[in-house]
């Protein structure tokens, strides 16, 4: 009788990171260190064009191994080819241009009079046409030496990425973010009911999806919990969406939604305080940069986990403060759990999907992916977030039916905009960029996408083929 529940072992147990000299590196190396033994994992290797900086986040991870106990090993390669050959599984997480790049976007999109954010609006687009052809090149060495593995994005636009990688690579790919599980967390702690209880029906897209249904023990609350004030209240990290707007729509939106039903206040907060988000990250990184580097140096390895540590918690803890109130990131935070394990967050998202591919019993994950008809609104080739049952045999969504009527709009129109702004990635057009643009909620006027369009040319030389 085949088992239902052993492991997958016919791998080798590898791991490449692409833009392994990432901030959050670090972390993902702890939780890969902590399931190691249970998820037949033995080697990590890190590729970023910054070595050094690759390098630095590998020594972080190696103290932080050394301190938990272990045997992964972690190794920095010269070349990509070299990182990801006989890869089980290639995380993807890069940033062309580095956090400077994010800092630009977002200041470009605020100066032509939207919010600057990463993944959304303007700042989204400008990302998403700096990354998507480095993505889609390093998804063809991919294909190359590494065919068989697993390529999990946590590149953003996540949602835009996954698109490209899944309508022009060969590869297995599944993107990632940790904002549907984070709500899911916050709407189990709001019911006071342990997480493993609850359970959440989920579906949109990267960055635009909502909870339909919640179910606490068995039992259906989705209508106890959204008549509750206080409860409703409580699902986000800032103050971001009055009660009564989640009752107007019937179902429960991610944060990221705060960009689309409440843009002018996100912009007026930004305009108060006069600064982005990614201009304050990048500050916070500079400064735990040179601490960690000096730390290390010295060979006191605690210290140096320390500071991240802080740095982690300062970081999460003013998330979306900013355009939700004009916080800084800089302000005291809060009283907050261990970043390493908290059971959401950057690492456990990775995590969570290499388990499920490990093993053969089925686990319901959040993951963008192929639609393959479970969301009706679109087509089996666009790529929506949903719930997926993962494990070694594959990856397949869950059923949803049609999105409620107060969302699917704002959905579709989304992935409009997100397909012709792959074409225009992959084409270099001017032309299509400014189309896109046209397409997506938050600009939807020619004459400023033109505008946008310019700035982009302006900012990312050669992004477009010369007119």
């Given amino acids: 009788m085949k088992s239902y529940n052993t492991m997958n072992t016919t791998n080798g147990g590898k791991v490449a990171v692409i833009g392994g000299g990432g901030i959050r590196t670090p972390l993902l190396i702890y939780g890969m260190n902590e399931t190691a033994e249970r998820n037949g994992l033995r080697e990590l290797a890190l590729y970023d064009i910054d070595r050094q900086r690759a390098s630095l986040m590998a020594r972080l991870g190696q103290a932080i191994v050394e301190r938990e106990g272990g045997g992964l090993k972690i190794a920095v390669e010269d070349s990509l080819e070299a990182a990801v050959e006989g890869a089980d599984f290639v995380i993807s997480s890069i940033r062309p241009g580095g956090i400077a790049a994010r800092a630009r976007d977002e200041r470009l999109a605020f100066e032509h009079g939207f919010a600057g954010q990463e993944t959304t609006g303007p700042g989204g687009f400008f ?125 429960i939106p991610t944060e990221y939604l705060y960009f689309y039903y409440r843009r002018g206040a996100a912009y007026r907060n930004q305009a108060r305080v006069k600064t982005t988000r990614a201009a304050e990250i990048e500050r916070l990184n500079e400064q735990v940069l040179a601490e960690i580097s000096k730390t290390l140096d010295c060979g006191d390895e605690s210290r140096a986990i320390d500071a991240y540590t802080r740095y982690l918690n300062q970081r999460s803890g003013s998330y979306l403060k900013l ?25 456990r998202m990775a995590l969570e999907v290499i388990g499920a591919l490990r093993w053969e019993t089925p686990r319901g994950v959040v993951a963008n992916v192929l639609n393959q008809s479970a969301l009706d609104d679109f087509a089996d080739d666009d790529v929506i977030e949903t719930i997926c049952d993962i494990s070694s045999a594959g990856v397949r969504p869950r059923r949803f039916g049609r999105l409620p009527e107060p969302v699917r709009g704002l959905a579709l129109a989304m992935k409009a905009f997100e397909r012709e702004a792959v074409r225009a990635a992959v084409e270099r057009s001017a032309l299509r960029a400014r189309s896109a643009l046209l397409l997506h909620p938050l600009v939807g006027d020619w004459d400023a996408a033109e505008d946008l369009v310019r700035s982009l040319a302006s900012s990312q030389p050669g992004v477009f083929q010369p007119a």
């Fill in 323 to 347: 355009e939700a109130s004009g916080g800084s990131a800089f302000d005291p935070p809060a009283a907050r759990a261990d970043p390493f394990r908290s059971a959401t967050g950057y690492h």
């Fill in 127 to 251: 990302m998403a046409m700096r990354t998507i052809p480095e993505a889609l090149k390093h998804a063809r060495i991919v294909e190359r030496y590494a065919p068989k593995a697993w390529y999990v994005s946590f590149t953003n636009p996540a949602g835009l990425i996954a698109q490209a990688l899944a309508l022009h690579t060969r590869l297995r790919v599944i993107g990632i973010c940790d904002t549907p599980v984070e709500l899911f967390h916050f709407i189990a702690r709001a019911l006071d009911t342990p997480s493993s209880e609850v359970r959440c029906e989920y579906a949109g897209l990267n960055h635009l999806g909502w909870v339909r249904r919640v179910w606490a023990r068995g039992e259906d609350v989705t209508a106890n919990l959204l008549a509750n004030h206080q409860a409703l209240r409580s699902l986000y990290p800032a103050d971001l969406f009055a009660p009564e707007l989640i009752r107007s729509l019937g179902v």
